[in-house]
């Protein structure tokens, strides 16, 4: 039962679009979430989160909107640049400052110059 | 940034051996680590959480006996690979965190990972 889902396997977009990259949970329990970047053979790095007393969080060219009463969130890139691709991860966190990571699938998102 | 280290990058081993991957902290003392795995095209699933100086807690399915956690010290815990079969060839990534006031932070940095292919 998978509890944070990323339903578009890939996403591709053009240089300097707008990229909006989805993830929905059931569980909830879940007050905070993450999104991360992930390029083959390598470790996620962190990219933003958000805290579920907020509904949105921006930091540079990222910014992730929170939803919870539909349990979905979403990160919008832009605008979106060649280096932006790779495999983005959406996480959910517990209640009670539980550091225990609960992930999505993945979603390989593509730019094009 | 913090950096976490995993070693070895990549390894290939008969089925039956064990393996044994570390994972450091190089510029911080983590008091906990994860380990995940990662099959092809999935997420990455949490096998255990490990605090320096106790037993590791194991997630719901995975075998303790066969992947053995040990946090020896606040910048070093390995994952061991017991009598390995072809099914646990995976990416296996290890994350440290820094818990700061006893609460959640967002600085959980992971590792560049582990390949495993058992033949």
């Known amino acids: 039962d998978q509890q944070v889902k990323q339903n578009s396997p890939s996403l591709s977009v053009q240089e300097g679009r707008i990229s909006i990259l989805n993830c929905d949970y059931t569980?909830?329990?879940?007050?905070?979430f993450l999104w991360y970047k992930k390029y083959p053979a390598e470790g996620p790095t962190f990219l933003i989160s958000i805290s579920s007393i907020k509904d949105k969080n921006e930091d540079g060219r990222f910014t992730v909107f929170l939803n919870k009463s539909a349990k979905h969130l979403s990160l919008h890139i832009v605008p979106s640049q060649p280096g932006d691709s790779a495999v983005y991860f959406c996480?959910?966190?517990?209640?009670?400052?539980?550091?225990?990571?609960?992930f999505g699938k993945g979603t390989k998102l593509t730019v094009n110059p | 940034g913090a950096v976490v280290s995993q070693h070895p990058s990549r390894v290939i081993c008969k089925s039956g051996t064990s393996v044994k991957i570390e994972c450091r902290s190089l510029?911080?003392?983590?008091?906990?680590m994860f380990w995940y795995r990662q099959f092809p095209k999935q997420s990455l699933m949490l096998m255990a959480t490990?605090?320096?100086?106790?037993?590791?807690?194991?997630e719901q399915g995975v075998e303790k006996d066969k992947f053995l956690i040990n946090h020896a010290s606040l910048t070093l815990s390995t994952l061991t690979v017991t009598s390995a079969h072809p099914e646990d060839s995976s990416f296996y990534i290890c994350?440290?965190?820094?818990?700061?006031?006893?609460?959640?932070?967002?600085?959980?940095?992971f590792g560049p990972g582990t390949r495993l292919t058992v033949l």
């Open positions: 569980n909830s329990m879940f007050d905070y």
């Open positions: 510029d911080f003392q983590a008091t906990t």
């Open positions: 994350s440290a965190s820094i818990l700061e006031g006893g609460g959640f932070t967002d600085t959980q940095y």
């Open positions: 490990s605090n320096e100086g106790s037993k590791a807690t194991y």
């Open positions: 996480a959910a966190a517990g209640q009670g400052g539980s550091e225990k990571l609960v």
